[in-house]
């Protein structure tokens, strides 16, 4: 019996190593964008904090920056006459002042502003406008600048013990001259020439001494002056036979020091004030100083609180 068989075709071997380069490779692309997620979602959470973070520190800047800010002080001269003061702050103004020189201290309206603008005379000569600005933070702003105006009457002022010397100078002759202390009836001084220096007694205490000169063309200079009064201090030397000196010295302020130089040597002094603490008990002051054999010229300097002095010159043989 013929036998029939059945032969069926081979089947393709499958590829090993195909197979797996291409499931390698899929599983390769699921992995990349994966990571490639992971990073995106890193940078972009990165990217909002260093945007939070910068702004945070701009914001801080910004106040750091405002809360150390100062009022800012501006002067202009408009005129040769005339300046413009201009004070500006990023913050309310508390306090704003400025005066001439030592003059009396001029206050303006501030108080809750945040900037002022005020217009002022420039004085006759050289001198010095202080101005002074503090905001509701108590930041403080100075300013200090020296201003010259040549005028047709210059009046300068000159400490002279107890006095105080007006010395005055016109392009023109003088007048007449009035001054008067604080608030107090003016007193009239004739001048009729192109200069003058006249000496006024300073009163006890803090005052203020107001100068007005006027010349022939009626033009008038008027210059303030704080001065406080003071007392020279008394001195009185005797001796108590031939062995001391007797010094008796006294002040309503207080004594302050002593000085001694004997036959021109080398000065000594006392110390009151380390001595005697308490001012009310040097007031008055008694001290004895030897004599020596021989010539002694003795010079007495005596010094009060306010440091006004009064020298006295005594000569003893012995």
Known sequence: MNQILSVEPPKPKKDKKSKSTMGNSSGGVIEIEKIVRFFAI?????????????????????????????????????SETQLEIEISHNS????????????EIVELE?????????????????????????????K?????????????????????????????SGKNELSYMTYRWDEEEEQKVDINNIEVEYSIEIPM??????????????????KKQEVKGVTRPTVEVTTDGSSNFIIKASDESGIQRIEFVLNDGTPGVVYCDKAIPDVE???QIEIPYPIQDGENRLEITVFNEDGVSTTKKVMVNK
């Open 140 to 168: 403080e702003t100075n300013y200090s600048r020296q201003y010259t105006k040549q005028g047709d009457i210059s009046i300068e002022f000159e400490l002279d013990g107890s006095n105080l010397n007006v010395i005055a």
């Open 110 to 138: 501030a108080e809750g502003k945040k900037s002022i603008n005020q217009t002022i005379e420039i004085p006759t000569g050289e001198n010095t406008l202080n101005i002074y600005a503090v905001d509701e933070e108590g």
């Open 205 to 222: 205490g803090q005052h203020t001494l107001t100068v007005s000169i006027v010349d022939v063309n009626n033009t008038m200079e008027t």
């Open 42 to 78: 890193v940078l972009i959470v990165f990217g909002m904090i260093m945007i939070g973070s910068g702004s945070y520190s701009m914001y801080q800047g910004s106040q750091t920056g405002n809360s150390q800010a100062k009022p800012t002080i501006s002067v202009k001269e408009i």
């Open 92 to 103: 309310p103004l508390q306090r704003v002042t400025y005066n001439w020189n030592n003059d």
């Open 281 to 283: 008990q040097r007031k």
